[in-house]
């Protein structure tokens, strides 16, 4: 009788115990706390290392933290393997791609001059934001002009096919640059250049949230004719950082969020070193130097190439860099961790430093150039060419475009076309891709390829009438009729 | 079976005394059981309406916060879109960032406003939880415009009252104007924690903004939903736990708790926004309740059989004699037993049936019969397992007997079977520790309410405000009603308050820091909650001064500067002696500069000790208004509270709740412990009185001739009723003295739960062992009086 109570028991604590349901993701959590522990000791101590080497040399002491470049064990850089899939680029169908394209036409400008030399866009979750060198636009996300944020003074002197800017004209723009768009403000560098003044502008498209902002006045004696707050001085901490550096025109700026702003050169100087990245506080405080581990030095020529377009964007929230004639894309955490995200192999193709890429003593003939690297949620669409994008080698025949689209999920490229002629339009000397083998079967219109994403990472094109006539012989797009030069289509890829 | 029905009948009818023991003993004990079985039943069924729970997860974090490792439900806005997005064994992945307050809702600028908390959900949300049933409205176009508003049901009704709501406008006007189009109802149920008022989807423009932000959110959960018949490898499981370390500078990691745990196995703090958290440890006791007293009422059956197993002397003889095996006779007793537990079965069901509303307002639950086959056969099961262990000994013992020695005379009840003198003590072992544990949980409940917090907290009532920057002539109009005797500002009551921060100090030119709870509060809180100032003084910066220093500290930063602000704290003597310094007044802390001390008080339910606080005075944290009324007039003050509110924030619902009224809640789980302990030990009580009645009818009645003999050679009465006494009452004592030190143990690890306990005092035990001394005796002493008073001729002529 005592057993079979003592049975019954224990088939009861079973019973409830095993109620807990069975965990296909269980983990050791004591396992991951001493690592975590384990981590923290290690970041603490690198820093503390770092921060001291650096108040020994400079004779300051602030934290100070060295810049960490250590892959991912867990997810290693995917090297996109280039030359695989060359000899077999197939046409593709936009309905592979997406499910859906929308047309918004952006509402005429009061002030006609804006678009003069064209626009480029940026999308957030809330806007349409032109901008150019005539300052930045708001418009609705149904294209609606709704204000602007800053029209800027801005000089040249007009050619035939492009324009000119005098060291005089430069010194006299008033406005904004480098738009850029994080956490759901917009940011931009406000330069008076004639006052020797900047700011780096933060305009909060989400005014009048729960959280209300300190009820302090609008700050104008700085007389800023943009919108929005200064949230640094470009040019008054010149301790950390050479405000020259803040104020260079190749140097973009990118918020990085929690106070963090990461300054990185569009180009590369050839005459002077410079970081790959340098993140600083708002106040101007180097937190983090991430070196150029490719410099250009004693460049004693008089000319040079100029830069490929590294152009660094935005995905999930995180800045992406790369370094002009250089392999590997970056993904900055900030403060300090500049993570390899993918390795562009072109083999024997490759441009093996900056130098070559830069210097003309080098050709580039039979060398792959990367164009335009854009990564989406779900692809990268990369232009790349062989020899050195200008007139020239677009005018001697020299000159090849190859476009593919890397689809993410299942990791595999797909060409789109090889060593294609490019383009030259007639409003522009420079030569371009052309836009070949992507049929559009959603609607009737000829695709374009996507230039840049959204906020939430939906690829975008903006063709203007000029563009489309250009290409296509056509002012018609979209259910739009008769586009002229200074109409904006954006045709929204989802 | 026809006969063995008859002789169950006629040998219920021949003892009804014996007989109403026996069922009523098991109609309580299966009905006790069966409410058990209910709650168990209803705890275990957490979040089992989703048809797809078992491939949804919860994420959590594991986080270094000071010097330990925390795990919490806390997540990241982008952490459910990038699992998603990144491992294709993630069919779907969502999560809930709740608003830090809450929103007035109405359905017209003119209409009544309601106060509800909402959130935002991804487009995942109803493929995850794939259980909520729209009332209204339709799961695939539910998101759709960024407009769109999804209502819970009780919030629906609230607003639009018995019309549907689908298609109409909700507004929003809190600090801006924002016009909703309801574009789903839902019904949450009961059994699951998730407990949103209204949702938005994550596309709305309030949001956007923060879906990418990796900076740590305290008030974000996430989910994911496994593919079905995914692989789950070493490598994934590696990934995903560092998947937080991909995307920021933080060293969290990621572990997964299935959905189904939540409920019960929710061992980290969730802050508020889970409802109804239980714990597998109360299913465990209330199942252990269950199986006692079921075992106690099994218990008289079994020893009550035996020990009249003289009166089926004579069957079993016959029935032997006459070639019946010793497994037929068995079998026969069995099905007497089997019968007896069905009957009670169906009064107990009855029982319940009547009793389960009151028994769900003691419970906090909404219990109710499921008429499912697995609900039916759960029940047959039981009935079988009750009454085959309350059947099995009797049967086989009664079967043993030998027809010759049975036919010869031979009497062997009660002899040889320990078994029968253990059950008073195996009874009152059960009943005596009931009663220990219901002293220990009313005592620590008392405990609780009446221990000085260190402050002030009577007729103070706590109105919550949301975000109110400019207070002040509320307050000083407040102030000119003579009921009123204080207001202060804070950001809530201190009740349950937790936000935790590290700020650095330097000490003797050493960098240090200190961990200690932010709470925000202005000036007058000192004085409202009449806390102790041990040293220096309170803060006495009031909101004009801070919006002056925040100015200054604007401006520098824009000069490049980096000014100071000076903003005055106030810590607690916890957090000073974390300081390790004589005098702390003047230390900088962060920012800040420590103006005084305060005395220890309570700002967070006894199950947490008293840690460093730093009490500052922030604006943009204001969430509420604590007033001390004074105790008189108390309807026409609220009144008057309630308009004053009204004149000057008009935009929001007024609302207000007692401090004490609040504390209690804290509590709810240890006061509906200790009801329905309380229930069961009175159950309990009763079923062991049942078994030693029986017992004492029994063995008076066996004893008659003794009895008889005794009084006719000269014994008193009193002599009588103890002899007959005795025998009980020591088997009390025996099982007071074995369930004492097994008590104790277990309500000292009980009381482990809270930080400040009652003791566990000598007299509890002893007031324990008084009572179920009290209780056998009463119980027994009648029956031991009636026999001792009997005419000695009638008892022997009886024999």
Not at chain 2, 425 to 441: D, G, L, N, Y
Not at chain 2, 678 to 694: C, E, N, R, T
């Amino acid at each position: 009788m005592n057993k079979l109570i003592l049975i019954l028991l224990a088939g009861l604590i079973l019973i409830t115990l095993s109620c807990k349901h069975r965990n296909r993701l269980k983990a050791d959590e004591t396992f991951l706390s001493e690592e975590i522990l384990k981590e923290e000791a290690e970041k603490a101590e690198a820093s503390q290392t770092f921060s001291a080497e650096v108040g020994k040399s400079t004779g300051e002491s602030f934290m100070r933290m060295e810049e960490d470049r250590s892959p991912d064990a867990t997810n290693p850089p995917i090297v996109l393997d280039i030359l695989s899939g060359r000899e077999n680029p197939q046409k593709v169908k936009v309905s592979d791609l997406f499910s859906e394209i929308k047309y918004i036409k952006l509402e005429h400008l009061p002030d006609s001059a804006f678009y003069e030399r064209g626009i480029d866009v940026l999308i957030s979750d809330k806007f349409i934001y032109g901008y150019s060198m005539n300052g930045i636009a708001q418009y609705s996300l149904d294209g609606y002009f709704i204000k602007y944020i800053c029209k800027n003074e801005a000089f040249y002197t007009k050619m035939d096919r492009g324009i000119m800017i005098t060291s005089e004209q430069y010194n006299m723009f008033i406005g904004a640059t480098n738009p850029k768009l994080k956490d759901g403000k917009l940011y931009y560098k406000y330069e008076n250049r004639p006052a020797k003044s900047g700011y780096l502008m933060e305009y909060d498209e989400l005014a009048g949230m729960e959280t209300l902002s300190l009820p302090v006045q609008q700050e104008n004696s700085q007389n800023i004719r943009g919108l929005g707050n200064p949230v640094m001085d470009l040019l008054a901490n010149t301790r950390n950082y050479a405000s020259n550096e803040m104020m260079t025109s190749p140097t973009e700026i990118n918020p990085l969020g929690n106070g963090l702003v990461g300054f990185s050169m569009r180009g590369k100087p050839m005459t002077r070193q410079s970081n790959f990245v340098t993140v600083t506080s708002l106040s101007g405080d180097t937190v983090c130097s991430m070196k150029d581990y490719d410099p250009i030095n004693n460049y004693s020529k008089s000319v040079g190439r100029g830069a490929e377009d590294a152009y660094n964007y935005y995905l999930d929230g995180f800045l992406h860099l790369r370094q002009v004639y250089n392999d590997t894309i970056y993904r900055l955490i900030p403060p300090n961790q500049l993570i390899p995200k993918y390795i562009l192999d072109f083999g024997e193709f490759g441009i093996e430093s900056s130098l070559e890429g830069m210097d003309p003593g080098f050709s580039l003939e039979n060398k792959f150039v990367p164009e335009d690297f854009l990564e989406t949620s779900r692809f990268i669409f990369f232009t790349y060419t062989k020899n050195y994008p200008c007139p020239n080698t677009a005018k001697n025949g020299t000159l090849k475009y190859s476009r593919l689209i890397y689809n993410k999920k299942v990791r595999k490229i797909d060409y789109i076309y090889v060593d294609e002629q490019c383009m030259v339009t007639s409003g522009s000397s420079w030569p371009s891709a052309p836009d070949l083998n992507i049929e559009n079967d959603l609607d009737d219109n000829p695709f374009f390829w996507p230039v840049d994403i959204t906020s939430s990472g939906l690829p975008f094109s903006a063709i203007s009438g000029k563009i489309l006539f250009e290409k296509f012989e056509s002012r018609d797009f979209a259910g739009y009729k008769n586009l002229s030069d200074k109409d904006f289509v954006i045709a929204l890829y989802k | 079976m026809k006969l063995t029905f008859k002789i169950l009948f006629r040998k219920l009818a021949r003892k009804p005394i014996y007989s109403a023991i026996t069922i009523i003993g098991f109609t309580f004990g299966i009905a006790a059981s069966l409410l058990i079985y209910l709650w168990v039943y209803n705890e275990l069924s957490y979040e089992k309406f989703h048809p797809g729970y078992k491939q949804v997860y919860r994420v959590l974090t594991l986080s270094k916060q000071g010097d330990e490792i925390v795990k919490s439900a806390r997540s990241y806005s982008p952490l459910a879109n990038t699992l998603k997005k990144d491992y294709p064994q993630i069919e779907y992945a969502t999560y809930l960032s709740y608003s830090s307050e809450d929103s007035p809702l109405q359905i017209s600028d003119d209409a009544d406003k309601v106060e509800a908390r909402g959130c935002w959900i991804n487009d995942d949300f109803f493929n995850v939880f794939d259980g909520f049933e729209f009332l209204e409205g339709d799961k695939q176009f539910v998101y759709g415009d960024p407009d769109n508003i999804i209502l819970n049901e009780t919030l629906a009704k609230k607003l639009f009252g018995q019309e549907p709501a689908l298609g109409k406008t909700v507004i929003i006007n809190k600090y801006t104007r924002d016009v909703y189009k309801v574009s789903a109802v839902i019904r949450i149920p009961q059994q699951s924690h998730i407990g949103f008022d209204y949702a938005f989807s994550d596309k709305n423009s309030q949001a956007a903004a923060f879906a990418g932000n990796w900076s740590i959110s305290a008030h974000v959960h996430s989910y994911i939903k496994l593919k079905e018949g995914s692989e789950i490898s070493e490598t994934f499981l590696s990934e995903i736990t560092n998947l937080v370390s991909r995307y920021t500078s933080f060293t969290d990691k990621l572990v997964f708790q299935p959905l189904a745990d939540i409920h019960l196995f929710t061992d980290y703090e969730t802050l508020f926004y889970d409802k109804n958290i239980g714990s597998y440890k109360y299913v465990l006791i209330f199942s252990g309740l269950a199986f006692l007293i079921v075992l106690m009422a099994a218990l008289n059956f079994s020893v009550l059989s035996i020990a009249r197993a003289s009166e089926r002397f004579t069957e079993i003889g016959v029935k032997k004699v006459n070639g019946a095996g010793r497994i037929k006779i068995a079998a026969q007793f069995m099905g007497e037993s089997l019968l007896q537990t069905v009957t009670s079965l169906v009064l107990a069901v009855i029982i319940v049936l009547i009793v389960l509303p009151w028994f769900n307002s003691l419970s906090g639950q909404q219990l109710f019969f499921h008429w499912s086959l697995p609900f039916i056969l759960s029940l047959i099961l039981l009935t079988a397992i009750v009454g085959f262990v309350a059947g099995l000994y009797p049967a086989f013992f009664l079967s043993s007997f030998k027809p010759s020695g049975i036919l010869k005379g031979y009497n062997p009840s009660g002899a040889g079977s320990g078994f029968i003198k253990y059950l008073p003590a195996v009874q009152f072992v059960i009943a005596i520790f009931f009663i220990i544990a219901t002293s220990v949980f009313v005592k620590q409940m008392n405990y609780i309410r009446t221990k000085d917090l260190g402050f002030d907290n009577d007729n103070i009532v706590v109105v919550p405000t949301g975000l109110w920057y400019d207070n002040r002539t509320f307050k000083e109009e407040l102030m000119k009603n003579p009921n009123i005797l204080g207001v202060s500002a804070s950001v809530g009551a201190p009740i349950d308050f937790d936000w935790h921060i590290t700020l650095p100090y330097n000490r003797n030119g050493e960098n240090d820091s200190l961990q200690a709870s932010l709470f925000f509060a202005d000036e007058d809180f000192a004085e409202t909650y009449k806390l102790e100032i041990v040293k220096g003084q309170f803060l006495q910066m009031n909101y004009a001064n801070y919006w002056e220093e925040s100015k200054k500290k604007w401006e520098s930063r824009k000069g490049g500067q980096k000014y100071s602000m000076s903003i005055p704290v106030v810590i607690n003597e916890s957090a000073e002696k974390a300081l390790g310094l004589d005098d702390p007044i003047g230390l900088r802390l962060g920012d800040d500069v420590i103006v005084g001390v305060v005395k220890d008080f309570h700002f967070r339910p006894l199950h947490y000790p008293i840690t460093p606080m730093v009490i500052t005075n922030n604006p943009e944290s204001i969430m509420a208004m604590n007033i001390k009324i004074a105790p008189g007039n108390r309807a026409q003050t609220l009144q008057f509270i309630g308009d004053t509110y009204r004149k000057y924030r008009d935009q929001r619902n007024f609302s207000y709740s007692f401090f004490e009224d609040m504390l209690s809640q804290r509590y709810d789980s240890e006061i509906r412990l200790r009801n329905l302990t309380i229930l069961f030990s009175v159950l309990s009580i009763i079923i062991a009185m049942l078994g030693i009645l029986g017992m004492s009818f029994f063995s008076c009645d066996r004893r008659t001739k003794e009895i008889g003999l005794r009084k006719v050679n000269g014994a008193s009465i009193h002599e009588v009723i103890l002899l007959l006494n005795k025998d009980f009452l020591k088997w009390v004592l025996v099982a007071f003295l074995i369930i004492v030190p097994l008590s104790w143990y277990i309500m000292h690890n009980w009381l482990q739960n809270f930080a400040y306990k009652t003791n566990l005092s000598w007299w509890v035990f002893a007031l324990a062992g008084v009572l179920a001394l009290g209780i056998a005796l009463l119980t027994v002493s009648f029956q031991s009086w009636k026999a001792a008073t009997k005419n000695p001729v009638e008892s022997l002529r009886y024999e």
